[in-house]
């Protein structure tokens, strides 16, 4: 499982900046070209329902409810295809009894190997 210190500096950079650039409350997270998250912020892993430490290693589509994985697929094709910055809606099934609804917003790293999440929780 890589860590932030295990990513190139131009990475790590990038994920530390848009952690700077974004409110609080808003989850955070890198992930490779596996769907692995690789970093996240406590408020991720809070928002997910796990520890931080199990979240690192965690495939983030395993988190997203059946109806929502095509558009998180498209998302992160989108992203990887146009280098572009791409936003979604999706559905999160973190808690038993209902989904959580989220906005996505990302951009891939100038190296091509992670992907910068934002993940706010827009749930009613």
């Known amino acids: 499982v890589a860590t932030l210190e295990g990513l190139d500096v131009t990475a790590k950079a990038e994920f530390e900046s848009l952690k700077a650039k ?13 769907d692995e ?4 912020n406590l408020y991720a892993a809070s928002m997910l329902g796990k520890k931080h430490a199990s979240l690192l290693g965690s495939r983030f589509g395993f988190f997203v409810t059946d109806i929502s994985k095509p558009v998180n697929n498209q998302f992160i094709a989108d992203l990887i295809q146009t280098r572009a910055s791409a936003t979604c809606v999706i559905s999160l099934d973190v808690f ?21 999440i934002a993940v706010i929780d827009i749930s009613a």
């Open 37 to 40: 998250i690789v970093e996240a």
């Open 22 to 34: 974004l409110i609080p409350d808003v989850s955070k997270g890198l992930i490779d070209n596996k």
């Open 96 to 116: 038993e009894d209902q989904n959580a609804h989220a906005l996505l917003s990302g951009h891939i790293t100038r190296d091509g190997k992670y992907c910068l």
